[in-house]
Structure formats: structure tokens, C-alpha cells
């Protein structure tokens, strides 16, 4: 039996996709200790919440059984990104890091977890969908970018778990030249638009379908960053890159809020969600407008590649459109390009929800130990 090779692993960020992760992690942990051919002691060595931190010195590993109670109970204070990056930087062994957070420090500092050969996996859309220059510094450190650092995947920031950028990676780099990418690429919006207005009438009201699409583990860890159009925007941001598009930031194109403007200066998600209610009737307007029409209102994005164009906001369609149709948090992606021709390339499923989210992050860490081993 050849010798095990150890690699660390450490989390930063423990909510509904951050916990789902740490459980993959742990079947995924015991499945690679016993592979007969490259056995792989994978190591949890670093956990951390907003406020509280778990890790050991001497890098000796945190139980993934019980992680949960080591970190509540623990009375360290929280590092800083570069002090995690100098703490990740020395340990013996290879280090991936698993953003887990919606944190903008954190993924402001993957440039310098990169350089220090410490690679990154992660569902945060903040490090790939902000200024262009964060985008460009991260792949120049990344070892699979220009650079000689550490490996840096991020599927889950599209699509959840959905096989989105991996797709239009392997077309772009098979030579098929991306004409349009356009459909539905927020689970959130999807599950609202798809409950508050489904086909054939029905349906709650608006605001009790977002405090619910927030229990489910669908939302940003703050609604609003939903309803704005943001959190698609980011999407469609990332997407623009990876065809060739230098779109500056997800403020540099067209996006439709659904915020009404009198709850703009709501100080917190929670007064937000609190008044929401006062604003369904708009929502039904809107509902009853469409239906006199035969149709349904989505919230949709698209990017013309050819034309440079970006755009995110509702839209009204057919009953029998598949965008219509879609259930519960789905998300529909379709790629038109030269080689596909006027029949799309179609990917379809749940774009939200912790599963469905972390199965991309734990995809992307057996990427990374591919390219590690
Ligand atoms: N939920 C989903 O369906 C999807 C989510 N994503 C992305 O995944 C990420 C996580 O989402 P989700 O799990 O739903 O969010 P949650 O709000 O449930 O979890 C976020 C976690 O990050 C922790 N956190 C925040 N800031 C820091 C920090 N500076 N240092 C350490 N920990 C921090 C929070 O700590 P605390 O526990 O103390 O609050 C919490 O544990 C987000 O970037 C989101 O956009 C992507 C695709 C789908
Ligand atoms: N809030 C997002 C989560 C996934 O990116 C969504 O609803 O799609
Ligand atoms: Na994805």
C-alpha cells in the first residue's frame, strides 16, 4: 500500500452552504483514506464563523465530527485575511481554502492566499464578480490562470452545484465561439417568480414567498441582494469574463431592482423583510397585467457576446415557454454558440440550497487534489 499524502483543508465560513460542505467533506474524507491507489489523508485544520475561530498551532487536525462544538466553544480571536494567510502559508503540508462566506475581505485577499501557494474553492461571487482588477489579480497568482500559485475553482458562484462554468470552459477551449448565453441564474428569484406566478394562476403573496425562499437556504445571507438584481448581475458578470467580455463590475450594464424604492433606506435586511408585506399589491399588479396577457413574469438575464450587451430584469412569457415552466429554485442556462447553431446547449436543475451548492464547492476541492497529486 503506497504512503497516504497528507493535504489540509480549511473553512472559512460555516451557514447553509459552509455546513452542508463540512458534511460532504467528511464522507468525502473517509472515501479518500481508503483508496488503494493514492490514499489521501485529507485534514480539516481551520474553521471559522463571523465571530469565532477553531484551529490548532501545530496544524494537528480539528475532528470533522465535531467540529461545530470545538468552534462554539472556542475563545480565539478571529485573524485577520492576511494573518490566515500567513497561518496557512507555513503548515506542512498543501492547503486548500474553502471560502464559504459572502465576505468581501476574504475574497479580496485570494490574490495573496494564491501567491502563497494556498489554493481556493469557493461559491463567493464577490472575488470574481467586483472590480476587473481583482479578477485579473487572481488569475495572474493562480497556478491555473497565468500564474505559479495555488489552483482556484469557483462552479458553485454560478448555478450552484450546475455544471455552468466548467460547460462553457470546455466550449470556449474546444474552439466553439459563444454567441449568447441567456435564461434564469438566480435560484431565489426563480423559486419566488415560480410561486408567486405560477402557470394557470394561483399562487401567494410576494413577500411571504421570499421569507420563504430565505428558510430554505435560497437567498444571500441578506434577501435584498436578491430582489436588487445584483446577485444576477454577479452571475452574469462572471460569465461575460470567461467569454472575453472585460465587464468592469455588475454596475457596468442594466439591472432591474425589484426593491421598492421607499424601502431603499431600510437600515437592515430585517425592517426590510418586516415592511416588505406593505408592498404585495405592486407585486399582484404586475401578476394581474401579465395574466390578462396570457402570460407569466420572470426574472431573467442575457449576455450578447457579439454585441457586448449585459442585461438583467423581468420579463413576460408564454405559458408554454420552459422558462415558464421551471419549478421550484431552478435555475435554465442556455449557451448559443457557432458549433450548436440555432438548438442551445441546455442546463437545467436547482440553483440554490445548500446541497446543491456545496456539491460544486466539494467538486471543485477533488479538482483541486487532482491537480495537487
Ligand atoms: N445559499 C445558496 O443557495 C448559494 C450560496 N452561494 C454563496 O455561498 C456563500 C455562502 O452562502 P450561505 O451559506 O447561504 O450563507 P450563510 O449566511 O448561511 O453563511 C455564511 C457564513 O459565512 C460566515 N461569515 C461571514 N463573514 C465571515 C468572515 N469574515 N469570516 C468568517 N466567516 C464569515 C457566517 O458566519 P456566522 O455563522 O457567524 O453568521 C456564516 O457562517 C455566499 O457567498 C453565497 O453567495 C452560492 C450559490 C448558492
Ligand atoms: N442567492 C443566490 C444563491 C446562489 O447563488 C440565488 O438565489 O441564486
Ligand atoms: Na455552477
Excluded at 300 to 327: C, W
Aim: some cysteine.
Amino acid at each position: 500500500m503506497p504512503a497516504a499524502r497528507q493535504i489540509f483543508v480549511a473553512v472559512i465560513g460555516a451557514g447553509g452552504v459552509g455546513k452542508a460542505f463540512l458534511s460532504q467533506l467528511s464522507q468525502l474524507t473517509k472515501r479518500l483514506s481508503s483508496e488503494p491507489s493514492t490514499p489521501i489523508n485529507l485534514a480539516l485544520i481551520y474553521v471559522a464563523r463571523s465571530s469565532k475561530v477553531f484551529f490548532n498551532e501545530d496544524y494537528s487536525p480539528i475532528s470533522i465530527s465535531s467540529w461545530e462544538s470545538d468552534l462554539a466553544s472556542s475563545t480565539r480571536t478571529v485573524p485577520s485575511p492576511t494573518q490566515i494567510a500567513d497561518y496557512l502559508s507555513k503548515a506542512p503540508a498543501s492547503v486548500i481554502l474553502v471560502d464559504n462566506t459572502s465576505n468581501e475581505d476574504v475574497a479580496n485577499a485570494y490574490p495573496l492566499f494564491l501567491g502563497k501557494k494556498i489554493s481556493v474553492v469557493t461559491p463567493n461571487k464577490k472575488g470574481f464578480s467586483s472590480n476587473l482588477k481583482l479578477w485579473q489579480d487572481i488569475f495572474k497568482a493562480a497556478s491555473n490562470g497565468t500564474g505559479s500559485g495555488g489552483y482556484v475553482f469557483h462552479e458553485s458562484t454560478v448555478g450552484a452545484g450546475l455544471p455552468v462554468l466548467s460547460t462553457l470552459k470546455d466550449l470556449i477551449e474546444t474552439g466553439d465561439e459563444i454567441v449568447k448565453i441567456e435564461g434564469v441564474f438566480s435560484g431565489t428569484m426563480s423559486f419566488l417568480f415560480n410561486s408567486f406566478m405560477p402557470v394557470g394562476g394561483g399562487g401567494g403573496s410576494f413577500s411571504a414567498e421570499v421569507t420563504k425562499a430565505k428558510e430554505l437556504g435560497y437567498t444571500e445571507p441578506d434577501p435584498r441582494d436578491d430582489l436588487n438584481g445584483l446577485d444576477v448581475a454577479r452571475k452574469l458578470t462572471i460569465l461575460a469574463r470567461i467569454s472575453g467580455l472585460e465587464i468592469e463590475s455588475p454596475a457596468s450594464f442594466p439591472v432591474q431592482s425589484l426593491i421598492p424604492n421607499e424601502l431603499e433606506s431600510c437600515k437592515s435586511g430585517d425592517e426590510f423583510m418586516k415592511r416588505l408585506p406593505e408592498f404585495d399589491g405592486e407585486m399582484d399588479k404586475l401578476k394581474q397585467e401579465a395574466a390578462k396577457e396570457g402570460k407569466v413574469v420572470r426574472f431573467v438575464g442575457s449576455i450578447d457576446v457579439a454585441e457586448k450587451d449585459v442585461k438583467v430584469g423581468l420579463e413576460k412569457f408564454d405559458a408554454s415557454h420552459p422558462i415558464a415552466a421551471l419549478k421550484g429554485s431552478d435555475n435554465i442556462i442556455s449557451f448559443y454558440t457557432k458549433r450548436y447553431g440555432s438548438n442551445p446547449l441546455i442546463i437545467q436543475g436547482a440553483g440554490a440550497g445548500g446541497d446543491a451548492t456545496a456539491m460544486g464547492v466539494t467538486a471543485d476541492l477533488i479538482k483541486v487534489l487532482r491537480l495537487l497529486l
